[in-house]
């Protein structure tokens, strides 16, 4: 079985609320098995720049509470080349890094299995970081917990305005090809109407729903559309008010507020029981997985099948429940 001695770890793509707990259980998991640490700044970046530093006890204290990355991300390129590889692996070997940490979301595990594939002498563990919620083998993802409750806060601030003023908002929710936080967000909030990547809407159709509830009394309505929806949310917007007079019109998109602030009480437990998990799977001689949260459960899955976006569905009876409650 394969020896670990010492575990780099990185976090990359999006940051994602729950990441600073995770960074931080991953640190003191290793320095209680005797296993040294590195922390890898800017995602694959910091690989290939050899920006890395030794972590203790210390370098992790007071960050349970903190959005973002204290290690800090980037979306870096260069990884994706054979040579920005070949360099981050060399840089890696040097410094005697034999097990790797790293926390993402689909791109960040793409990258990490293409290395681990080159080069697998450095053992991969990935721990599910995004937003997004788009990743097979963990039904939540760091992160979407805290992305979610903050969308719910917004909408339900712009729900008040709505009805003071009976307007009709087009709201943007982020989800790159997920429409995950639109879908519980929108169920929440009591949308009219949510759009989502994973199915089609017609226009028409909402539309009429819109106006439906223009006549049953409805005095305002929210619009949530998911930024990887196929119509986009201009569009949307100008379809309707073509047809739907009655209603003043307005478009918000939320943009980058959602992946920010203190992780919930959620992401902090999850953060800490994947870094945990990461850990221990590294320890236990474990290579090209990833961990996830299962019926409540911490299991492994294959990064290759954590990647298999067709097997990813939303929930069944959210989209069933999605039209039906909001009439
Ligand atoms: N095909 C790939 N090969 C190697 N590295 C990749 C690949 N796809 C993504 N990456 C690396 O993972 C990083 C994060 O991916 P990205 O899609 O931006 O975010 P996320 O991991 O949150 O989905 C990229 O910036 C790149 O460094
Ligand atoms: O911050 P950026 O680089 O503009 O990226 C925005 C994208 O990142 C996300 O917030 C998170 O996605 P990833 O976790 O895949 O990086 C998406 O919802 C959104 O499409
Ligand atoms: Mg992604």
Redesign the pocket.
């Known amino acids: 079985m394969r020896k670990i001695s010492k575990i780099g770890v990185l976090t ?3 940051d ?1 609320p729950g990441m600073n707990p995770c960074i931080r259980a991953v640190v003191r998991t290793a320095l209680y098995n005797g296993l040294e640490v590195v922390g890898i700044r800017q ?3 910091g690989l290939i720049d050899n920006d890395m530093m030794e972590m203790k006890h210390r370098s992790v204290s007071n960050i349970l509470n903190l959005g973002g990355t204290i290690l800090k ?9 054979d040579e ?2 070949e360099i981050a692996y060399q840089n890696a070997k040097a410094r005697g890094i034999d097990g790797l940490v790293v926390i ?12 681990s594939r080159k080069y697998p002498d450095i053992a991969v563990m990935g721990v599910p ?2 937003i ?1 919620n ?1 990743l097979c083998g963990s039904t939540y993802t760091l992160g979407f917990d805290t992305a979610t409750n903050t969308v719910i806060e917004a909408i339900d601030k712009i729900r008040d305005t709505a009805d003071a003023h009976d307007r009709l908002f087009f709201i943007e929710v982020m989800g ?1 090809d997920s429409g995950a936080i639109a879908l519980r967000a929108g169920i929440s909030c009591g949308a009219e109407a949510i759009l989502l990547p994973e199915r089609t809407t017609a226009i028409d159709d909402l539309i009429k729903n819109l106006k439906d509830g223009h006549m049953n009394k409805k005095s305002s309505s929210i619009v949530i559309v998911a930024e990887g929806d196929k119509n986009g949310v201009w569009d949307v917007a100008k379809a309707v008010q073509k047809e739907v007079k009655n209603y003043d019109i307005k478009v918000t998109i939320l943009g980058h507020l959602q992946r920010g602030g203190a992780p919930s009480s959620f992401d902090r437990i999850l953060g800490s029981r994947l870094g945990f998990a990461a850990v221990n799977a590294l320890i236990a001689g474990e290579s090209q997985k990833m961990v996830g949260l299962q019926a409540n459960q911490i299991l492994m899955t294959d990064l290759e099948q954590a990647l298999n976006h067709h097997e990813f569905k939303l929930e069944p009876d959210l989209l069933q429940m999605m039209d039906i409650l909001s009439i």
Not at 73 to 81: D, E
Not at 104 to 115: I, M, Y
């Open positions: 990359s793509g999006g994602a995602g694959y970046k991300t980037a979306r870096c390129l260069p990884f994706k080349t920005g590889m993402g979301g689909d791109g960040t595990f793409t990258g990490a299995l293409r290395f970081g995004t997004d788009d790159r």
